[in-house]
């Protein structure tokens, strides 16, 4: 019997050296498992500045009044006490109601966000009268500038399943974090972001949280300094949202900053963090207009007229003197198909530079049957044409390049010889973003240097004299001339097509060209009986205007690019466009500015 | 312990008060005091180092039990013998009560409400069981012990109480109430086969008990199912049993020091003023504070049986005998069930943890102890007479 007993103490005795020697670690480990709680501390996020330090994405405080269950004896009456001060709807009164049935009572319940100051103080006066209120501050996300650069900024929204499933950051599953969907928030995220920091906490066996145990502040993310001046970002915004659909480009054609790009119409990127209801959602998607694509990198269109740089650069590339020498009778003969220059009456005697200023289709059919469509496509591709231009911004589309391999290999036809011509012209399968227009005048007026536009703030400064940093191209100065004298007359001769639209400020001249894409067909009929006037036809058949130009003429800095969607005549509706811009921009100078002197940031690695 | 002075016949019959005290126990009053005050502690840092709720109420029923401890040690073994059978037949009844009229809790009628004290009947038949068995085997001779007939009457009167105990249902104590009669069976000298019948027969209940759904509850299946593998039901009842190991363990050999047990003070371990008391002391004093504790109790275990073995009388050794082997089994299922050796049976640490009858139980069960040692030359006759020679 005594042994019996001995025997059981010491299998007790045995049984506390297994638990709390041999097995001791494992346990340990599951004690701290139970009793620590790891919580993330948001970073805050990066801010998005313009050139000269202007923020154009924020994070402003967000005062909230949070609802602790358990430290109000009567919530109902704490609750109308609230409401007295600060309103609340009853689908907000129902979301509370909601949340409080679902969290232990020691859980703050958010009861209203985004209090103003006035309501604040308010309630913070109010506090010893209202248990269990408090009011907590955390971050939104605020773009001062709303809609004027919404395309290029993006948005910020909480993740959604598949981000969370992509992006194996923790951060990612933190009630309230946002992340960046669109634009700039979306292509700098990972930086913007920054690094989440820890709080280790001790909480009991229901949750409660006791104490604090450790803190690891995490790292903020990095601000963004963009190329953008945003007061020509506005001003650009502002003069194309008379129209009903366009986007415009402008940039330095040295170093590649986007100093503004804007696209109409707009929306406002805020409503995206607010969260948007279903209604608004169904607006935006369902707009005729395209209210969310960025038209400036992602809308494509048929270049027509402006495309003619690109085929007089090729044909001096293969040769063809500037002096080539066309007769242009109002149409063209192939074969036995007739091509009509837009000008019914002809050019007469044109060469190369004369083609331009006055935009004749019959001297570039000639020129695009000589040199063939693989000859102009080669020197279209070196201007930007048929690819992404690299801009570091989601969503940009490539346009289309035709040659004869593509052709094949797309539509499974061969080439026909009259699209040669139709393609010289800028129209038939050529399509090009109104971002690779303006790359593609900045290259000519660069002389042939292969600058990339970018968003994010060059490291440099800006080099105007200096040797550019991007690598020069097959083409030669003196074949760039001929264009760029040719795009001179456009604005600066009296016979130009754009003349009208001419910078008459000294010293900021403005060098074009004017471009009218027709995206319907004419027919015989029509054309016997004189071709309708854009202004009588439905707005999606008219023609779109384009316009292209660089400025100041004799020392170019700028470049833009403006289509305007279904606009009608490029000389009439796009020229006018450009010529503001350039002017707003030469006066702002933006390139020439030192932005340190107007509170520079540190910028983005 | 010194021998006491030697008397006469009839004066070792008519010790005087002086005599008594100085027969007093006084180490195992010494190691009552230590396992007591270990309690005090315990409950002082199961309130997050505080004397409210527990442990000055607690303190208070001790000094009241050691009153009660000292009182009872002073009656002399033929007085007590005359109050056995009223005592049983009281502690029946008590438990008949209980079943029919008795507060309910943790799922089971344990209480009985008397106003200003909440009585457990379950715990005073655990003293009562082991008096009358005492008394009754005092009765036989050897020879008798040895008909199976005699054997009839001490069977059932451990059956009808343990089976009224189960009925509560209280599984923890009924299985003692019989593993105590036992021990008892056994050292009366009852042969090792009737055991094996006996056994036999117990199995065979088992089984009906375990099919039968007045018997057995669904808690208490599910506490010996969950037993078998407590990791199967984390959140239900496997999450005492796992919690306790993870405070065990977790104390490692030093412990994590008074007031520092992060498993009990934050509300992870169940029950840590009661039945789990045991854990919470060896989280907070590891592996070396339990040895310690359980080396207290084995050395009050070893005193209690010493003095079974150097009294005279037949009912006073079975009395210290069954007395200090219900509490070895009181420690033992308390600490080997918080330690997952066995299922969780609801019983408490004695001495330690908290509740008041469980303590004046174990209190007086000790006073009975110190009587048996204060009169153990007490010589009594099996019909309760003076024995001559």
């Known amino acids: ?131 269990g209120i408090s009011i907590e501050v955390d971050q939104k996300r605020v773009y001062p500038f709303g809609g004027i650069a919404a395309h290029l900024l993006g948005y910020v929204s909480a993740p959604n399943e598949k981000d969370i499933e992509d992006d194996k950051d923790p951060l990612l599953s933190l009630p309230g974090i946002r992340i960046g ?59 194309l949202s008379a129209e009903y659909s366009g986007a415009a480009v402008i940039m330095d054609i040295y170093n590649g900053d986007i100093l503004a790009m804007a696209s109409t119409p707009t929306y406002d990127p805020s409503a995206f963090y607010r969260g948007l209801s279903p209604a608004e959602w169904q607006q935006l998607t369902s707009d ?102 690299g801009l570091d911004l989601p969503g940009e589309r490539p346009g289309v390049m035709p040659t004869r391999a593509w052709k094949k290999a797309t539509l499974g036809q061969s080439w026909h010889p009259g699209e040669t011509l139709i393609n010289g012209i800028g129209q038939g399968f050529v399509l090009a973003t109104p971002l690779q227009l303006c790359v593609m005048t900045a290259r000519v007026a660069n002389g042939g240097y292969a600058v990339k536009p970018h968003l994010f703030k060059a490291n440099e400064p800006p080099k105007a004299d200096g040797p550019s940093p991007y690598p020069k191209m097959n083409l030669q100065q003196s074949w760039l001339d001929v264009v760029k004298d040719g795009m001179d007359r456009v604005c600066n001769n009296q016979r130009g097509t754009a003349y009208s639209s001419r910078i008459t400020i000294p010293g900021m001249e403005m060098a074009g060209k004017t471009g009218s894409a027709q995206v319907r067909r004419i027919s015989m009929a029509e054309r016997a009986t004189g071709v309708r006037k854009n202004e009588d036809i439905p707005w999606r058949q008219r023609d779109h205007a384009l316009f292209v130009a660089f400025a100041p003429v004799h020392e170019p800095r700028y470049a833009c690019a403006v289509v305007i969607e279904h606009g009608g005549g490029g000389a009439r509706y796009a020229g006018p466009i450009a010529r503001d811009m350039l002017i707003e921009t030469q006066r702002r100078d933006p390139a020439r500015r030192n932005p340190n002197n107007e509170g520079g940031r540190r910028e983005m690695p | 312990m010194g021998l006491g002075p030697q008397l006469g016949v009839s004066a070792r019959n008519r010790m005087t008060w002086r005599d008594k005290i100085a027969h007093i126990s006084w180490p195992m009053i010494f190691l009552i005091g230590c396992i007591a005050s270990i309690g005090f502690a315990m409950l002082y840092s199961a309130a997050h180092g505080s004397a409210d709720p527990w442990m000055d109420r607690q303190a208070a029923r001790f000094g009241v039990g050691l009153a009660m401890m000292f009182a009872v040690a002073m009656i002399d073994l033929k007085t007590l013998m005359r109050f056995v059978y009223p005592a049983y037949v009281v502690s029946i009844l008590l438990l008949v009560w209980v079943d029919f009229a008795g507060e309910v809790g943790m799922g089971a009628q344990r209480w009985i409400d008397l106003g200003v004290v909440q009585l457990q009947p379950s715990e005073i038949m655990k003293i009562t069981l082991v008096m009358t068995l005492a008394r009754y085997f ?104 796992t919690q306790s190991k993870i405070a065990l363990g977790s104390g490692g050999v030093w412990g994590k020091g008074f007031l520092q047990g992060t498993q009990s003070h934050l509300d992870f371990l169940p029950e840590r003023q009661t039945d789990f008391i045991f854990t919470m002391y060896a989280e907070e004093f590891g592996m070396v504070g339990g040895l310690v504790l359980l080396g207290l109790y084995v050395l009050l275990v070893a005193y209690g049986v010493v ?12 009395l210290a005998f069954g007395l200090s082997f219900n509490l070895f089994c009181y420690f033992f299922i308390n600490t080997a069930m918080v330690m997952g050796l066995i299922p969780v049976v609801g019983v408490p640490l004695p001495l330690i943890s908290y509740g008041g009858t469980v303590l004046m139980t174990v209190l007086i069960g000790f006073g009975l102890v110190m009587s048996v040692n204060i009169h153990r030359d007490q010589r009594i006759g099996r019909r309760l007479g003076n024995e001559d020679a």
Request: net charge neutral; hydrophobic share 45%.
């Open chain 1, 1 to 131: 019997m005594g042994l019996g007993q001995a025997g059981l103490t010491l299998a007790l005795a045995g049984r506390l050296y297994y638990l709390q020697v041999l097995q001791a670690d494992k346990y340990k480990l599951l004690a701290d498992e139970n009793r620590i709680n790891l919580r993330l501390l948001p970073p805050s996020r990066g801010l998005i500045y313009d050139r000269f330090g202007l923020p154009l994405a924020d994070n402003y405080p967000n005062y909230r009044a949070m609802l602790v269950a358990e430290q109000t004896s009567d919530l109902a009456r704490t609750l109308a006490d609230f409401a007295e001060l600060v309103p609340i709807t009853e689908r907000e009164r129902a979301k509370i109601m909601k949340e409080l049935s679902r969290n232990r009572p020691f859980t703050p319940i958010p009861v209203k966000e985004d209090l103003d100051w006035e309501q604040v103080s308010r309630v913070e006066i109010n506090l010893p009268d209202l248990p």
């Open chain 2, 138 to 241: 005092h009765g036989l001779s050897y020879e008798d012990v040895g008909r199976p007939l005699s054997l009839i009457v001490p069977t059932l009167l451990v059956l009808v109480p343990a089976a009224l105990v189960l009925k509560q249902p209280d599984l923890g104590t009924a299985g003692m109430l019989m593993m105590v009669a036992a021990a008892m069976f056994v050292v009366v000298g009852v042969r090792w086969w009737k055991f094996a019948l006996v056994l036999a027969m117990g199995v065979g209940v088992a089984y009906y008990a375990w099919n039968s759904p007045d018997i057995l509850h669904d808690y208490q299946k599910a506490r010996i199912m969950t037993f078998m593998d407590p990791e199967s039901d984390l959140q239900g009842t496997g999450y005492h049993i």
């Open chain 2, 307 to 318: 003095i079974a073995v150097r009294c005279k009388s037949q009912f006073g050794r079975l």
């Open chain 1, 181 to 239: 969907k669109n634009g700039l928030e979306r292509q700098y995220e990972s930086p913007l972001r920054g690094q989440a920091g820890q709080s280790e906490l001790e909480v009991n066996s229901v949750g409660r949280v006791i104490r604090e145990l450790a803190r690891e502040e995490g790292t903020p993310g990095k601000d963004l300094v963009t190329s953008l001046d945003i007061g020509l970002q506005q001003f650009v915004q502002q003069r």
């Open chain 1, 288 to 389: 005729e207009y395209h209210p969310l694509t960025n038209k400036a990198i992602a809308g494509q269109f048929a270049p027509g007229s402006t495309f003619k740089i690109a085929t007089a650069v090729a044909a001096q590339q293969v040769g063809v003197s500037p002096a080539f020498n066309v007769f242009c009778p109002g149409y063209y003969t192939l074969g036995n198909m007739r091509f009509h220059c837009w000008k019914k009456e002809g050019h007469g005697h044109v060469d190369m530079p004369g083609a331009l200023q006055h935009s004749c289709d019959v001297f570039f059919y000639e020129l695009a049957r000589t040199i063939g469509i693989d000859a102009i496509a080669v020197a279209a591709r070196e201007l930007g044409l048929g690819d992404v231009a």
